[in-house]
């Protein structure tokens, strides 16, 4: 167990519950703790609005060197000319607040990144240096920067000679265009932001590296603040032990989180009991040691708290921030008896969580109500999850399911075998505590919210049986609409200014079809990438 006073019933932190068994079936956590389940994988499914921008849709076409740029209302395309292979592609959804429609494209064959700004006008281009091999963007919440990298973990043209530990920062404001290479730490596995967007934060393998925007004025080398540096360990008090008693050297940080306000960086580590704290202003660094494996570690959105999932003890540890670092009295724990308390997914607004396990082949999910006093509420799904997404207002959630081994439409199987091998999703209604199974004839692809969370929209593709589809959904009632499509869908999104959500599909001349999301009618254009405009 870990500290004492986590799971006292007077917590300051608030109540404790304690669910209720009532007539769900329970999973004996204790025995599958002993058993030696695998770690938890959380698939890093989002709700997203991949490729457009608030009226127009972006669509990279490397064989060409361009890019089209077609107006989802008139569904007029134009063929911009963007650099030397033009792949990897994010949208600028708005820069101070106000929607704007603009494209940053990595040019993977030049190592430069063309920024496209469009109106009714046209569109203007302005290219920028970027890292060699770069293969990730990430924008900044205010749309004034983007940091531009080499993630080696996904998919990229080949690792280029050269380093590892570089990245691009550019600014995108009109008239104020540029680039500046910085180096920095091991390996850059994710890019975060502060609140205002004006201060930058790469994870890497050595630590965090901290870019403040406004003071770079060019090229330098951005000081690593360190998950591992023993020699500034805080002194141990309050729960706070000592780095080597809890951490083997090779321990590499998971699941690192910076608080909105930039001050601190949050991490776990694989099968140990320990949780790190940095103090990014000071620079100092807490080792918590919380008793038990810590399989999941989450961050509020506002940075005031964060979740442990302790796997081994069915519980789920709320610790305040940063009261909670060094006060173990100020931890709340949340006890799930029963329940494989593996992975946590918490809503935008940090109001609720979703508890379940993606390595125990549990069929539940556990809902738990951090802003109030309701308690936690057990979901039988019917399925064993894979990954879960919250719709931005945490009203509702999707929640992706895995399948046994086996044909679905073996004869002689009974329903539940049939529910089991088939591949599926559940949608849930957070205020009703309601869920609703589908079944799909293919595995669940990318998926997309449309602003407001009225509607969302899911991708169904296989080719060997020749499924390619669409389903619209209705968040208020759950039902579902299903769209056939023409080719397989690879990409979905929403165009707010035109209350579209666009479908892209694999197409040898390119094509995408135009939903609009509160009638269902369809509209689809093939050939941009020759820059026709064949109108279906």
């Given at each position: 167990m870990g ?16 669910v209720?068994?009532?007539s ?5 956590a ?9 770690p938890?994988?959380?698939e890093?499914?989002v709700?997203?609005?991949?490729q457009a921008?608030s ?8 064989r ?6 077609i107006d ?6 134009n ?5 030397d292979?033009?792949t ?5 959804p708005?820069?101070?607040?106000t929607?704007v ?6 040019n993977?064959?030049?190592s430069t990144?063309?920024?496209?700004r469009?109106t009714?006008?046209?569109t203007?281009?302005?290219?920028m240096?970027v890292?060699a091999?770069a293969?990730?963007?990430a924008?900044?919440p ?17 690792v ?16 104020m265009?540029?680039?500046?290479l910085?180096?920095v ?9 502060s ?5 930058g ?10 870019l ?6 060019g090229?330098?080398?951005?000081p690593t603040?360190s998950f591992y540096d023993?020699s500034i ?11 080597g008693?809890?951490?083997?050297r090779?321990?590499r940080?998971q699941?690192?989180?910076v608080?909105?306000?930039?001050r601190?960086?949050?991490a776990?580590f ?5 949780m790190r704290?940095?103090?990014?202003m ?7 040691d919380?008793?038990?494996a ?8 506002d ?12 519980r789920?540890?709320r ?8 006060d173990?009295?100020?931890r709340?724990?949340i006890?799930?008896?029963?329940e ?6 918490m ?7 979703l508890?379940y396990?993606t ?6 999910a556990?809902l738990l109500d951090?802003?109030g006093?309701?308690?936690p509420?057990v979901l ?19 929640i992706?399911?895995?399948?046994s081994?086996?044909s ?9 075998t049939?529910?089991?091998?088939a ?5 849930l209604?957070?205020?009703?505590r309601f869920?609703?199974l589908?079944?799909t ?9 449309v602003?407001?969370g009225?509607?969302?929209f899911?991708?169904l593709r296989?080719?060997?049986?020749r ?6 959904i209705?968040?208020?009632?759950l039902t579902i609409q299903d ?6 869908p690879?990409?979905?999104?929403a165009?707010?200014?035109t209350e579209?959500?666009?479908?892209g ?5 390119g094509?995408i ?12 254009i ?9 109108v279906?």
């Amino acid at each position: 167990m870990g500290c004492g006073a986590d799971s006292t019933a007077s917590a300051p932190g608030g109540p404790i519950f304690n669910v209720d068994a009532g007539s769900v079936p329970r999973f004996d956590a204790g025995a599958a703790a002993d058993a030696g389940l695998p770690p938890e994988i959380e698939e890093m499914r989002v709700f997203e609005t991949p490729q457009a921008g608030s009226r127009f849709v972006y669509v990279a076409n490397p064989r060409r060197d361009n890019v089209a740029v077609i107006d989802s209302r008139t569904l007029a395309i134009n063929s911009v000319e963007a650099g030397d292979g033009p792949t990897y592609l994010v949208t600028v959804p708005e820069r101070g607040g106000t929607p704007v429609d603009e494209a940053l494209v990595i040019n993977v064959n030049a190592s430069t990144a063309t920024l496209l700004r469009t109106t009714t006008a046209g569109t203007t281009t302005a290219q920028m240096p970027v890292v060699a091999g770069a293969n990730a963007i990430a924008v900044a919440p205010n749309g004034h920067y983007a940091v531009v990298y080499l993630d080696t973990s996904r998919p990229n043209q080949g690792v280029p000679a050269g380093s590892f530990q570089e990245v691009a920062v550019l600014r995108l404001d009109p008239g104020m265009e540029r680039g500046l290479l910085l180096s920095v730490g091991f390996r850059p596995i994710n890019v975060q932001f502060s609140a205002d967007g004006e201060t930058g934060f790469v994870i890497t393998e050595d630590g965090v590296s901290i870019l403040r925007f406004a003071s770079l004025t060019g090229p330098a080398l951005v000081p690593t603040v360190s998950f591992y540096d023993d020699s500034i360990i805080a002194p141990s008090d309050g729960g706070v032990a000592d780095a080597g008693s809890v951490l083997p050297r090779d321990a590499r940080a998971q699941d690192v989180s910076v608080t909105r306000d930039g001050r601190y960086a949050i991490a776990r580590f694989a099968d140990s009991p320990a949780m790190r704290v940095v103090d990014l202003m000071r620079r100092t660094v807490q080792t918590i040691d919380l008793g038990t494996a810590i399989t999941d570690l989450d961050v509020a959105p506002d940075g005031t708290f964060a979740l442990a999932a302790l796997r081994g003890e069915s519980r789920v540890l709320r610790i305040p921030i940063p009261g909670g670092f060094t006060d173990p009295t100020l931890r709340r724990s949340i006890e799930l008896p029963g329940e494989v308390v593996g992975s946590i997914t918490m809503s935008p607004d940090g109001a609720r969580a979703l508890v379940y396990s993606t390595a125990a082949m549990t069929e539940r999910a556990t809902l738990l109500d951090l802003a109030g006093t309701t308690p936690p509420a057990v979901l039988r799904l019917r399925k064993t999850v894979r990954a879960v997404a919250f719709a931005p207002g945490g009203e509702s959630a999707l929640i992706v399911h895995g399948r046994s081994e086996g044909s679905s439409t073996e004869p002689g199987i009974d329903l539940e075998t049939q529910i089991d091998r088939a591949y599926g999703y559940s949608l849930l209604n957070v205020a009703e505590r309601f869920t609703r199974l589908q079944l799909t004839p293919a595995e669940v692809g990318p998926f997309a919210l449309v602003p407001g969370g009225t509607h969302a929209f899911v991708l169904l593709r296989d080719d060997a049986r020749r499924v390619s589809l669409a389903q619209r959904i209705t968040l208020a009632s759950l039902t579902i609409q299903d769209l056939a499509l023409g080719s397989p869908p690879v990409s979905v999104g929403a165009v707010p200014a035109t209350e579209r959500a666009f479908i892209g599909q694999d197409h040898p001349e390119g094509r995408i079809t135009f939903v609009d999301w509160n009638t269902g009618a369809q509209q689809s254009i093939t050939g941009f990438e020759l820059n026709s405009r064949i109108v279906e």
